[in-house]
Structure formats: structure tokens, C-alpha cells
């Protein structure tokens, strides 16, 4: 009879593993990777912390920049289905890593290439001050999470 309140043998886990294994697709750990990296990097960025705590104990430019370009190489990657949402918070994060670089007079992020038929976020620019200002209002505005969080 087995013991219900013991530990699984190190037999059970690798079982629970194997089976774990052949249900898991890539696609589903490189979305829950990117999730990973782009809270690691808004928590790094100051802009996520837990009620109550200071966000400038954690707060890591170097870090953050690191977490921003695995994003950016993890998103041709990424599911089609999440590429939007995925975009979206890489460009939050990107103008958050801006705004910090800017004020601490540091480097500034290579841009994001723009997908082709994608507005190109200099013609924004070029079309004044309110425009690029109206598209970062917008960009601020949402908030990704991955699906099932």
C-alpha cells in the first residue's frame, strides 16, 4: 500500500516528466518564456511590483535591456496568434527602457524593426509631436498578459 503523505520516488518524477513531455509543445514554452522576460523585465524596469514594495530595490537597466532583446528574438518565434500582444508589450517595455536610459543619460535600445505593412512608427514622428505622443498613450494603455494568467 502506498503512503499518500509521502514523497514520489525519484522513479515518479521522471515518469511525471516523460509524461509531461509528450503533451508540451515548443510553442507553448517559448510563449511562457517571453511572458517570463517581459515581466522579469517591467519588474526590472520599476513599472511591476507588489503592493507595498520599493520598485527601485529591484530595479536592473542592464538586466531589463537583456530581458527586452530576448523578447525581440524570441517573437518571430512566438505563436502567430500572440505576435500582436507580444509586440505590444515589447513596445511598452522599449519605451519604459527608454524613459529610465534617457533620465539615468545612458544608452538608448536599438529600435525594433518594423514587419513589413506595419506603420512605421517615424512616420508617427514625422506627423508631429501630438501623433507619437497619441501612440504612446495608447501603447501605455494595455497591459499583456498571456492567456490563461
Known amino acids: 500500500m502506498h503512503d499518500e503523505t509521502a514523497e514520489p520516488t525519484e522513479e515518479e518524477?521522471?515518469?511525471?516528466?516523460?509524461?509531461?513531455?509528450?503533451?508540451i509543445r515548443v510553442e507553448d514554452v517559448i510563449l511562457q518564456t517571453v511572458a517570463t522576460l517581459v515581466n522579469l523585465a517591467a519588474r526590472r524596469l520599476g513599472?511591476?511590483?507588489?503592493?507595498?514594495?520599493?520598485?527601485s530595490e529591484e530595479r536592473d537597466i542592464e538586466q531589463a535591456r537583456l530581458a527586452i532583446e530576448a523578447?525581440?528574438?524570441?517573437?518571430p518565434l512566438s505563436p502567430p496568434e500572440q505576435v500582436e500582444p507580444v509586440r505590444q508589450a515589447l513596445t511598452q517595455l522599449q519605451m519604459a527602457f527608454a524613459r529610465e536610459t534617457?533620465?539615468?543619460?545612458?544608452?538608448?535600445?536599438?529600435?525594433e524593426p518594423v514587419p513589413p505593412g506595419a506603420p512605421d512608427?517615424?512616420?508617427?514622428?514625422?506627423?508631429g509631436p501630438g501623433a507619437a505622443e497619441d501612440e504612446r498613450a495608447k501603447a501605455r494603455s494595455k497591459i499583456w498578459t498571456p492567456p490563461g494568467s
Request: no cysteine.
Open 71 to 75: 523578447v525581440r528574438a524570441l517573437v
Open 121 to 127: 512608427p517615424a512616420a508617427s514622428r514625422a506627423q
Open 102 to 111: 534617457q533620465a539615468a543619460g545612458g544608452p538608448q535600445p536599438p529600435a
Open 13 to 23: 518524477l521522471r515518469a511525471a516528466l516523460e509524461e509531461q513531455m509528450r503533451h
Open 47 to 55: 513599472l511591476a511590483t507588489a503592493p507595498g514594495e520599493d520598485p
